[in-house]
């Protein structure tokens, strides 16, 4: 098991960016972003493997970039362009086991999981 610890989140305006930075404090296989709106279901955003391979979230593409870096272990978000509907507290999660690379978006994957920060979208 693994310890992981989210930083970056924060306020910023429509159209604007922001990165977010996830911590491991150890190896990892893959790693993901998760976001959770109120109200709504935890859904997976974007996710990278020790391999290279990266996965994103349709609602997301074009906008987003997620990079792994394994001697760090670290998983960074960065999100241009955001819009409202992006609000929501955003998890890293991570998994020291191989992963099918189709399912890397789910979250039943992983089994290592960090406290959330929250990111708002707003004017």
């Known amino acids: 098991e693994v310890q992981l610890v989210e930083s970056g989140g924060g306020l910023v305006q429509p159209g604007g960016s922001l990165r977010l930075s996830c911590q491991s404090s150890?190896?990892?296989?893959?790693m993901g972003w998760f976001r959770q709106a109120p109200g709504k279901q935890r859904e997976g955003v974007a996710a990278?493997?020790?391999?290279?391979?990266?996965m994103y979230a349709d609602s997301v593409k074009g906008r987003f970039t997620v990079s792994k870096d394994n001697d760090k272990n670290t998983l960074d978000l960065q999100m241009t362009n955001l819009r409202p509907g992006a609000s929501a507290v955003y998890y890293c999660?991570?998994?020291?086991?191989?992963?099918?690379?189709?399912?890397?978006?789910?979250?039943?994957?992983?089994?290592?999981w960090g406290q959330g920060t929250q990111v708002t979208v707003s004017s």
């Open positions: 999660a991570a998994n020291t086991e191989i992963i099918l690379r189709q399912s890397s978006l789910q979250i039943s994957r992983y089994s290592n």
């Open positions: 990278g493997n020790s391999e290279g391979y990266v």
């Open positions: 150890g190896f990892t296989w893959t």
